[in-house]
């Protein structure tokens, strides 16, 4: 029997490494990406039969395209993608700059894109495959102190929506994750009651059990989610007067 082979991308820390950690424990042999080769040596440490380090810089096409090779030439076929890497930067009109907006647009968007673009052509000859993006609630509506991470996540919902209808019906599975308040090192400085975040162990049990089920949207915790769900349904001018009066401040 062939093993069952993960890339995860933004594996190094956080929801990432929580992730890889847990698909290890059910088998899964995970090939780790990030771009600090000792912070995924770490994690690999722990699991060294199952956590193998293949440490990339996602805003590199080609570079992405040779990941994906070596991985499938030294572990076999990747069944299952979870394109995960991602960086915020907080911005609101204050300190708003077109480099900030392209930066993260470079890893969050066109990192997904460089990475999606070798993996689709391998799901596609084999007919099967496994497709998981992480986005964000952010990514529902604008969201105050965020204008430009919210952007990027709202492209990936997007982004794998059009994908998931692209390739209905085709063995291709294709998800998206959309997580609310995870403590990890990315919202380590942001300001918000802890009673409503998680822990990236907890996250990733729920992201592992989205991954096994039929669901288009994994979300966690649902009560966060559902917190950024609903206003999100409301007509734009009420969303944007409650959004600026409600939501924090920078
Ligand atoms: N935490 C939350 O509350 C939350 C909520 C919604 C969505 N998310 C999303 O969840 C994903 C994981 O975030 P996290 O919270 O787990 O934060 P994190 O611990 O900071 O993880 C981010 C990961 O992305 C990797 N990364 C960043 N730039 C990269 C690049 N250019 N190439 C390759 N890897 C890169 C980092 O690896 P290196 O440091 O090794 O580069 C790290 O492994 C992100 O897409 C984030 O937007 C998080």
């Known amino acids: 029997m062939t093993q069952k082979v993960a890339w995860i991308t933004g594996g190094s820390s956080g929801i990432g490494a929580a992730t890889a950690q847990r698909l290890a424990k059910e088998g899964w042999v995970v090939a780790v990406t990030g771009t600090s080769p000792g912070k995924i040596e770490v994690l690999c440490d722990k699991d060294p039969k199952f956590l193998k380090s293949y440490p990339g810089d996602v805003t590199k096409p080609k570079l992405m395209a040779e990941l994906v090779e070596t991985i499938e030439q030294d572990l076999g076929p990747i069944q299952l993608a979870l394109l995960n890497?991602?960086?915020?930067?907080?911005?609101?009109?204050?300190?708003?700059?077109?480099?900030?907006?392209?930066?993260?647009?470079?890893?969050?968007?066109?990192?997904?894109?460089?990475?999606?673009?070798?993996?689709?052509?391998?799901?596609?000859?084999?007919?099967?495959?496994?497709?998981?993006?992480?986005?964000?609630?952010?990514?529902?509506?604008?969201?105050?102190?965020?204008?430009?991470?919210?952007?990027?996540?709202?492209?990936?919902?997007?982004?794998?929506?059009?994908?998931?209808?692209?390739?209905?019906?085709?063995?291709?599975?294709?998800?998206?994750?959309?997580?609310?308040?995870?403590?990890?090192?990315?919202?380590?400085?942001?300001?918000?009651?802890?009673?409503?975040?998680?822990?990236?162990?907890?996250?990733?049990?729920?992201l592992v059990a989205g991954l096994k089920s039929r669901v288009f949207e994994i979300i966690f915790p649902w009560h966060f989610c559902l917190a950024m769900k609903l206003p999100a349904l409301l007509p734009h001018r009420l969303y944007i007067w409650l959004a600026h009066k409600y939501f924090r401040k920078l």
């Open 85 to 206: 890497a991602g960086i915020l930067v907080e911005d609101g009109v204050e300190n708003f700059t077109a480099a900030t907006l392209k930066k993260q647009f470079d890893v969050n968007v066109l990192g997904v894109g460089n990475c999606l673009e070798p993996i689709l052509k391998k799901f596609q000859d084999r007919r099967y495959g496994h497709i998981a993006i992480t986005a964000s609630v952010a990514g529902y509506r604008g969201v105050k102190g965020m204008m430009s991470y919210g952007a990027t996540k709202a492209a990936l919902i997007n982004l794998a929506e059009g994908l998931a209808i692209e390739t209905e019906g085709s063995g291709i599975k294709v998800q998206v994750i959309c997580p609310g308040m995870i403590n990890t090192p990315m919202t380590k400085d942001l300001e918000f009651p802890k009673k409503f975040s998680m822990e990236p162990e907890a996250a990733a049990e729920k």
